[in-house]
């Protein structure tokens, strides 16, 4: 999915673009070094001519807004944004869209778990301490080119191929005794939830014809979401990981996160006394993301022309 939207005051001729007029910005979590820099490089190794911007964060309007400026000062006369996100269904996506004019009203979840009011979940959870502040997240960005913005990841072929060599890096010799879990960090609603688990279940099915006898599992642990959730959802993993064990399988645990660095240590303490081996492996590095960025980026350039 795209969504383009045309500075009204512009009259710039689309068809004229070329590579080096055109600005990328991308959006990221932001995490520490080790995770930051993976995607530094991700978004180093795209070809083309396209100026690029990364911006670190939970979709702060100061911080895109600036990314924004920089493109336009250096002269680009459009502008593809790319959410290098897992998913699209977040209350932090929605937010982003909103910020980019894409949405007519901020998301409220956003807005209470961002510092509008309390939650009253006493989790301390929330993302990764971003609670402890009140953010702006009603001011929209302002552009003065015509701009973009592609989709998550959701779901895509060029990251089935990453986890189909995550599996072959395990040198497993008998699949037929093999039982292997995509862990995704997950989101916060059920909704939300229901959306991710729809496009992590597409892999399964895939995986399973490359490895065949092998049992493929997906399922989110949710560590953002109040306890209450986050503990049933841990429980679901744990509990399905003892029922493969049960049947005599050997079980493999592989996470489904972008960059290493983030929340592989909290895996590895979800999954401990589960008897099952754990495959630290995150989708970075690995040249398909960049690949898929280029995808992205051409698919959003055709729909500027």
Not at 59 to 81: F, H, T, W
Not at 103 to 130: A, C, K, Q, Y
Not at 241 to 269: D, M, S
Request: aromatic letters at 10%; a negative charge.
């Amino acid at each position: 999915m795209f969504l383009t939207f045309t500075h009204r005051t512009s009259a710039n001729d689309l068809n004229a673009f070329n590579d080096s007029k055109i600005g990328v910005l991308v959006l990221a979590h932001g995490a520490g070094p080790k995770w930051n820099n993976a995607i530094k490089e991700a978004v180093a190794n795209v070809q083309g001519r396209f100026k690029k911007e990364i911006v670190f964060g939970m979709g702060e309007y100061d911080s895109i807004q600036q990314g924004i400026n920089n493109l336009e000062k250096s002269m680009v006369k459009a502008i593809i944004v790319i959410p290098l996100f897992i998913s699209s269904h977040s209350e932090m996506y929605r937010n982003i869209e909103y910020l980019l004019g894409l949405r007519e009203e901020p998301d409220v979840l956003f807005w209470i778990l961002m510092g509008g009011e309390e939650t009253g979940d006493e989790s301390g959870n929330g993302h990764d301490g971003h609670t402890d502040y009140k953010m702006d997240i009603t001011t929209q960005v302002k552009f003065s080119v015509p701009y973009s913005m592609a989709s998550a990841i959701n779901y895509d072929i060029s990251i089935t191929k990453i986890l189909e060599e995550r599996i072959k890096e395990l040198k497993i010799s008998d699949y037929s005794k093999t039982s292997i879990f995509l862990l995704a960090h997950g989101p916060i609603t059920e909704d939300d939830n229901k959306m991710w688990m729809l496009h992590l279940n597409i892999y399964p099915s895939s995986l399973s014809d490359e490895f065949p006898g092998a049992n493929f599992f997906a399922l989110t642990f949710r560590d953002d979401a109040p306890s209450f959730i986050r503990n049933k959802a841990i429980e679901k993993i744990r509990e399905a990981i003892q029922k493969e064990k049960k049947t005599g399988k050997n079980v493999l645990v592989i996470p489904y996160l972008l960059a290493p660095g983030g929340r592989e240590e909290e895996l590895k303490k979800i999954l401990e006394n589960c008897g099952c081996t754990f495959y630290p492996k995150t989708l970075l590095p690995h040249k398909n993301i960049s690949l898929w960025i280029e995808g992205q980026i051409l698919g959003a350039k055709e729909r500027l022309q």
